[in-house]
């Protein structure tokens, strides 16, 4: 209480001349000042600065003063995040460059047509028929069988060789008694004389003449059975016609015995060859389409098997070894071929383009006439059947295709698909989604067939240039 009696008279002289002032100015025509000109403008609190190199101390609950203005360093959790991020984006980049490709369906052009009709296949390309060709495998195969009969008289093994003559387009006769002469120098005759055709030209090339005959051997013995070789004619020594003029196993020797030998009964030996034979075809089939050309084709009365006796073979004690060989003649034709002459005679309206009978096992492709008719080995035309409804379907080549998408942007393929008449659409996959273009790499595009859902088959891949 004395503090503010005593503060009191300063406060009121202090008034006091405050309004002394203002009846002044007034008296010299001064404007008076309103009362917030003499009020003393209010401080906002400032901090006080801290020494350089010095920090403040930091407040409970908050961070220090360099925090609290966004000075602060990042600490090194900022760092980490950065580093993986950047980590996965190059693991993201990687990844999607590794599985980067292109799937595209393609549905080909189709088209449906009853056939019935007959047409002619010709291995010499010959107009207006269907080009085909024989593919020949053969295989042997022994048994072995209890060895129980005796042979017999003495007898001379026998078989059939084809004479060959290419010294020139004159004919060659050779006499009754001409010997022939295995590797092995074993001996063989003809019965009577023959006269083979001199050689000739066919489609540009020397085809020499030939003609079969039946030779026998020049003494008894199991011996002279013997396989498939070649022979020439001991005659013809020191004569170019020893290696122009000669001979070719057709069947093997056989029958040849001594006549002391034991040799299986005829049951037995017919037994044997039967499981033989039935051993045989699966491995010729196998064998025969592992060799049948994509664009090729075979049916099952184009398959033509043949079997021979091999000479029979001393085995273990008491058994000989009863042999076959099996053969297989498929007939192979050309399906864009077939499928051309089909579509020429029976599609209305054909404009051309390679199509192919998709369903070809359907339509009994056969013989016109009995298979006993044909020989593979010298016939050269034959023909056969067609009836059903065909499918038809054109073709395309997947690997030009391939080339032709391949770096392309997907704006760009209804383009390159109008340039095949073949092709009715096309729809295109990209991986990965984000991409906008096909992979210039063509190993990366696959090409699948829209209806089927299989992958067409194609050629080595190759990259388009950069």
């Given at each position: 209480m004395s503090g503010d009696v005593g503060a009191r008279p300063e406060r009121q002289e202090a008034k006091d001349a405050d309004s002394e002032q203002r009846s002044d100015d007034l008296r010299k025509g001064k404007p008076e000042k309103s009362e917030a000109q003499f009020k003393t403008p209010k401080q906002s609190w400032v901090p006080p600065?801290?020494?350089?190199?010095?920090?403040?101390?930091?407040?409970?609950?908050?961070?220090?003063?360099?925090?609290?203005?966004?000075?602060?360093?990042?600490g090194p959790k900022y760092g980490l995040w950065v580093l993986v991020f950047v980590v996965l984006l190059v693991l993201a980049f990687g990844i999607s460059s590794l599985f980067?490709?292109?799937?595209?369906?393609?549905?080909?052009?189709?088209?449906?047509?009853?056939?019935?009709?007959?047409?002619?296949?010709s291995s010499d390309s010959e107009s207006g028929t269907v080009p085909f060709d024989i593919i020949k495998v053969t295989h042997d195969d022994s048994?072995?069988?209890?060895?129980?009969?005796?042979?017999?008289?003495?007898?001379k093994a026998t078989g059939q060789i084809v004479i060959y003559n290419n010294q020139s387009s004159a004919a060659q006769t050779l006499v009754a008694n001409t010997r022939f002469e295995s590797p092995d120098g074993l001996?063989?005759?003809i019965s009577k004389g023959v006269t083979v055709p001199g050689n000739s030209i066919k489609n540009g090339e020397k085809v020499p003449g030939s003609v079969t005959v039946t030779v026998t051997a020049d003494k008894a013995g199991?011996?002279?059975?013997?396989?498939?070789?070649?022979?020439?004619?001991?005659?013809?020594?020191g004569d170019p016609r020893h290696t122009t003029i000669y001979g070719r196993s057709k069947t093997p020797m056989t029958g040849g015995t001594s006549g002391d030998?034991?040799?299986?009964?005829?049951?037995?030996?017919?037994?044997?060859?039967?499981?033989?034979?039935?051993?045989?075809?699966?491995?010729?089939l196998?064998?025969?389409?592992?060799?049948?050309?994509?664009?090729?084709?075979?049916?099952?009365?184009?398959?033509?098997?043949?079997?021979?006796d091999l000479p029979a073979t001393a085995a273990a004690t008491g058994t000989v070894d009863v042999g076959e060989r099996g053969t297989l003649y498929a007939?192979?034709?050309?399906?864009?071929?077939?499928?051309?002459?089909?579509?020429?005679?029976?599609?209305?309206?054909?404009?051309?383009?390679?199509?192919?009978?998709?369903?070809l096992p359907d339509l009994g492709l056969t013989f016109a006439s009995s298979t006993a008719a044909f020989d593979p080995e010298t016939d050269t035309k034959f023909d056969f059947t067609l009836n059903g409804n065909a499918k038809l379907v054109w073709q395309y080549d997947p690997n030009v295709l391939k080339r032709d998408l391949a770096g392309i942007s997907k704006s760009q393929v209804d383009t390159v698909m109008a340039k095949y008449p073949s092709i009715e659409s096309a729809s295109v996959i990209i991986r990965p989604f984000w991409s906008r273009s096909l992979p210039k790499d063509t190993a990366k595009i696959s090409i699948v067939d829209a209806v089927t859902g299989a992958q067409v088959a194609t050629a080595t891949a190759t990259s388009t240039a950069e």
């Open positions: 600065r801290t020494p350089l190199g010095r920090r403040e101390p930091p407040i409970d609950g908050m961070g220090d003063a360099d925090s609290l203005n966004g000075r602060g360093k990042r980067a490709g292109a799937t595209v369906k393609v549905t080909p052009r189709t088209a449906s047509t009853s056939v019935t009709g007959t047409f002619t296949a048994r072995p069988v209890s060895a129980t009969e005796a042979q017999g008289a003495a007898a001996i063989y005759r199991s011996n002279y059975n013997i396989g498939l070789v070649d022979f020439t004619i001991p005659g013809f020594q030998e034991l040799a299986p009964s005829a049951d037995a030996a017919a037994q044997a060859k039967d499981e033989i034979e039935t051993a045989l075809k699966p491995e010729l196998k064998d025969v389409e592992s060799q049948i050309p994509q664009n090729f084709t075979t049916f099952d009365s184009g398959l033509i098997y043949s079997f021979e007939i192979i034709i050309n399906k864009a071929a077939l499928g051309q002459a089909v579509a020429d005679r029976f599609l209305a309206q054909f404009s051309g383009g390679d199509v192919e009978i998709s369903n």
